[in-house]
Every structure is written in structure tokens, then in C-alpha cells.
């Protein structure tokens, strides 16, 4: 049987590692490599867990730091071992990798590479990306729209991709549902909650929701917000609450190991996000039975919502689809994309039928999603390497 290793940057509370947590639970014969000890998530006692480096020090410095990974992850690789990475500084030593180790090389991309890394330097950073992942033995990707990008703008061969969406971990959401929230109670009881959940940074647009939320306050005198997560803009989202005098009816929390007691208590969620890969947090807003508004964003929420239609064709107006509300991105559109937020949120209040409609199909949907479908699918594709 081959080695299987993992190697991640950490093991934090980001979507990419809440997979590889779950795929820990898997895989067998397996050792978890993380580039830095932050962990966030628990590591089974059977799995071998190697550390390189203990605190992660900044983005730029970690990019430097690439071939010193390279040179001490080498002595730990056996030969003919798969060794599956996720995100692309992690993807980037693992091809690397190769120069030293005949291995099998499956690096997991999750995010719309071509938008992210678009100006400055982050822009020298792409061209690195899709000159190594050209070597990559194989590339999965969390959605169709990933693997767009990967062989329309980085020029992969289209075979070499895999789609392998994030898979959902019900057993232990059906267990984290049933927990009530035991702080901030009187808020959920009096309010109906509009939910978010995200990091703090310009990409999610935080800000214009709380924008979107204010004006419509001043017609719906029962709603509450409530968003959860940590990042540079947090504080710039409580500076902007109290400016609008809303802090009453709004809830900023930290992050929260069980956002399904959250969900569970809300009355709808939203991502007004820029871009995303193949979100979680949509995912198990749906296993929440949750009412969903999500801007029609690169990749991930349209094929998530409303499978049947052509992603890539990006919608223009509000748009009720078969699993939740779709509003346009509105990139660099400030006024727009809260006007849209407030007309989809007020079609999730007004609207009961609508909202009873999508709590019934959401189980349709994620059902293909649940954790033992999507191992099944990573088990598929190390059967050739011998796992």
C-alpha cells in the first residue's frame, strides 16, 4: 500500500483545512505535513503529524522560505508515496518535490487562481503558479469554475484536472445542530437574524451588508444581523456600525468552532462575497435548511444554488433559483450590490412560500455532498497508486 502524505500550510480554521480534517479521517496509511503548528482542527491519533516550522511568519517571507520547505520536506517523502497539497504555496513545494522524490504529485486547487493573483507582485507569484502546476501528476479542483480557470488561464491540460467538491461532514453538523446558542439568547429570540459568516477582509464585503441591513431597518424593526470571523476589516465593520447607529441590532462575533448552533437560530444567510472556490459555509447554511443570498460570484455559488444553468454566464439582476437567491457581483459597484443585498433580503422576509420552497429542496443537494459520497470520489482517485 503507497504512503499517503498531506502537505498544508497549517491546519487554521480556513475551508481548505476543514477538508484536509476531513479527509484525516479517511485516508489510511497517512502523515499530515503542515509548514506551521497552527492548528485549529483535531488531528486523529493515527495519523503521523510532522511540523516544519512553528509559528507562520509574513506571506512574503513564507514565499521566500520555499525551497528551505522543499529541502526539509524531501527527507520525510518515501519514494512512490501520493502526496496530495492544498493551497498553492503548499502546491508549489510539492511539485518541486519532484526534482528529489519519485512521487505522485496531486496538488488541490481552491480558489480562481487567475483573479487572485492579479496585481504587484502577487501578479509574478501567478506566472510561478502556472509554470509549476504544468508538472503536477494530477490537479483537483472544488468546482467547475476552478477548473475553468485552471485550463483556460493557466493552460492545464483539461485531463489532468479532477472536480472533487468540498465534501460535508453531516454527522457531526446533525450533532453540532442540536446545540442551542448560550450567549447573546436574547438577540436570536427577539430578532429575525440575517447571517453572514466569513473572514474580515475586502473580498467578503462585510461593510456593504451592514450598509444593505441599515436601510433595511428602518422598515423591518425586528431583524438583527449577525457576523462572525476574524480579519483586517473587522474593526472597520464595528467603527461603521456604531456609525449608523445600529449596534442594537447588530452582533459581530469571533470564530466559533459550531456555527451550526448559529444557523440553526437565524432566519437567513448571506455571502455578498467578490469571488470564492466552492464555499463551505453555502454548504451547510443548506444542511441548516437555511434561506441563502449569495452573489453570483466567481466560482462556486451558482453551481452550488442553481446547478443546471451555465455558470460562466453571469447573471445581471436578482435571481431566485432553485436553492437560493442569486444577486450580481457587482465588482467595484458599491451602491449597486447594496441595493441588491436589501431587495433579496426583503424577498427572503416577505416571502414565506418562497423561503419554504428552498428549506425543501436543500436536502436534494447536499446529499451527493455528505462526507462518505466525496471520500469515496479521493479513494477513487488513489486506487491507481495502490491506497
Known amino acids: 500500500m503507497a504512503k499517503n502524505i498531506i502537505i498544508i500550510n497549517s491546519l487554521s480554521s480556513g475551508g481548505a483545512e476543514r477538508q484536509v480534517s476531513l479527509l484525516l479521517q479517511s485516508l489510511p496509511n497517512l502523515h499530515l505535513i503542515l509548514l506551521n503548528g497552527d492548528i485549529h482542527y483535531r488531528i486523529p491519533e493515527n495519523v503521523t503529524v510532522s511540523i516544519i516550522k512553528p509559528k507562520r511568519w509574513h506571506s512574503a517571507i513564507e514565499t521566500l522560505l520555499i525551497p528551505y520547505y522543499v529541502m526539509k520536506i524531501k527527507k520525510i517523502i518515501p519514494n512512490k508515496s501520493n502526496v496530495i497539497s492544498f493551497l498553492n504555496r503548499s502546491n508549489?513545494?510539492?511539485?518541486?518535490?519532484?526534482?528529489?522524490?519519485?512521487?505522485?504529485?496531486?496538488?488541490?486547487?481552491?480558489?480562481?487562481?487567475?483573479?487572485?493573483?492579479?496585481?504587484?507582485?502577487?501578479?509574478?507569484?501567478?506566472?510561478?503558479?502556472?509554470?509549476?502546476?504544468?508538472?503536477?501528476?494530477?490537479?483537483?479542483?472544488?468546482?467547475?469554475?476552478i477548473k475553468e480557470g485552471l485550463v483556460n488561464k493557466l493552460s492545464i491540460n483539461p485531463e489532468k484536472v479532477i472536480v472533487i467538491n468540498n465534501a460535508l461532514d453531516n454527522e457531526t453538523l446533525q450533532l453540532q445542530a442540536k446545540e442551542k446558542v448560550n450567549q447573546n439568547v436574547d438577540f436570536f429570540k427577539l430578532h429575525k437574524v440575517i447571517l453572514s459568516i466569513g473572514r474580515f477582509e475586502q473580498q467578503k464585503r462585510q461593510s456593504c451588508l451592514i450598509q444593505a441591513f441599515y436601510e433595511l431597518s428602518k422598515e423591518h424593526?425586528?431583524?438583527?444581523?449577525?457576523?462572525?470571523?476574524?480579519?483586517?476589516?473587522?474593526?472597520?465593520?464595528?467603527?461603521?456600525?456604531?456609525?449608523l447607529?445600529?449596534?442594537?441590532?447588530?452582533?459581530?462575533?469571533?470564530?466559533?468552532?459550531?456555527?451550526?448552533?448559529?444557523?440553526?437560530?437565524?432566519?437567513?444567510?448571506?455571502?455578498?462575497?467578490?469571488?470564492?472556490?466552492?464555499?463551505?459555509?453555502?454548504?451547510?447554511?443548506?444542511?441548516?435548511?437555511?434561506?441563502?443570498?449569495?452573489?453570483?460570484?466567481?466560482?462556486?455559488?451558482?453551481?452550488?444554488l442553481n446547478q443546471e444553468t451555465n455558470y460562466q454566464v453571469p447573471y445581471n439582476s436578482v435571481k431566485s433559483c432553485k436553492y437560493g437567491i442569486l444577486i450580481p457581483t457587482s465588482m467595484n459597484k458599491e451602491k449597486e450590490l447594496i441595493t441588491n443585498l436589501r431587495i433579496a433580503i426583503e424577498m427572503i422576509l416577505s416571502n414565506s412560500e418562497l423561503t419554504n420552497e428552498f428549506k425543501l429542496n436543500a436536502h436534494h443537494r447536499i446529499q451527493p455532498l455528505f462526507i462518505k459520497n466525496i471520500m469515496s470520489e479521493w479513494h477513487f482517485l488513489l486506487k491507481g497508486s495502490g491506497s
Open 92 to 145: 508549489i513545494i510539492n511539485v518541486l518535490l519532484k526534482l528529489f522524490v519519485h512521487h505522485n504529485a496531486i496538488i488541490s486547487e481552491r480558489i480562481y487562481t487567475p483573479y487572485h493573483y492579479q496585481k504587484g507582485l502577487k501578479k509574478v507569484f501567478f506566472y510561478l503558479i502556472k509554470f509549476i502546476y504544468q508538472y503536477a501528476d494530477t490537479i483537483t479542483a472544488n468546482s467547475f469554475g
Open 221 to 243: 424593526e425586528n431583524i438583527g444581523l449577525c457576523l462572525i470571523g476574524e480579519g483586517s476589516q473587522k474593526q472597520r465593520c464595528i467603527d461603521l456600525v456604531h456609525q
Open 245 to 304: 447607529g445600529v449596534s442594537k441590532k447588530v452582533l459581530i462575533l469571533g470564530k466559533d468552532k459550531n456555527i451550526m448552533k448559529y444557523m440553526s437560530a437565524s432566519s437567513c444567510f448571506v455571502l455578498p462575497s467578490e469571488y470564492e472556490g466552492f464555499p463551505n459555509v453555502l454548504i451547510e447554511a443548506l444542511f441548516a435548511k437555511l434561506p441563502i443570498i449569495s452573489c453570483d460570484c466567481l466560482t462556486g455559488p451558482r453551481e452550488i
